[in-house]
């Protein structure tokens, strides 16, 4: 079991950058944490779906999707796909789709909300450079945990 945020803030409060509360919590992992792995995309999710087929490693996917609320970077394939390969968990700063089918997947999925049309794929995006949203800067190689308080980052590995 994770330490909640708020026993992370409590812990390590000189360490830690709060996100700004504005993500809901989709996915079936209710909390969930790892090493940050980013995407930037704006209504592409090419990359998305290339880095879902590789090894997560207990990574965090931390996608920077513009906060766009006009498609949906991630829909239920490309969520079950992520699971069956290991990454901890999903972070869309934009919106999801097949809300129903994410939240029975085994899966840490947060994002500003749903949409039900899916994004284009012109291959457009940029990943592994650090994504700024929420008042916080994500950094490749730093650490992200979330659960139904919040989201908390981290320079180095807490738990």
Request: hydrophobic share 40%.
């Amino acid at each position: 079991m994770m330490k909640s945020t708020p026993d992370l803030c409590d812990q390590y409060p000189d360490l830690i950058q709060v996100v700004a509360p504005m993500f809901k919590n989709y996915g079936g992992r209710e909390s969930f944490g790892g090493e940050i792995v980013t995407v930037k995309c704006f209504e592409d999710n090419s990359c998305v779906k290339q880095l879902v087929g590789s090894q997560g490693q207990g990574r965090v996917m931390v996608v920077d999707g513009g906060g766009s609320m006009r498609r949906a970077c991630l829909g239920d394939m490309l969520a079950e796909k992520a699971a069956v390969n290991g990454w901890s968990g999903l972070i869309i700063y934009g919106c999801i789709r097949d809300v129903d089918e994410i939240m029975a997947t085994d899966i840490g999925v947060q994002a500003l909300g749903t949409h039900p049309m899916k994004t284009a794929k012109k291959g457009i995006g940029e990943t592994q450079i650090p994504v700024t949203f929420g008042g916080v800067s994500f950094n490749p190689g730093h650490y992200v945990y979330a659960d139904n308080n919040g989201i908390v980052v981290a320079s180095e590995q807490l738990l």
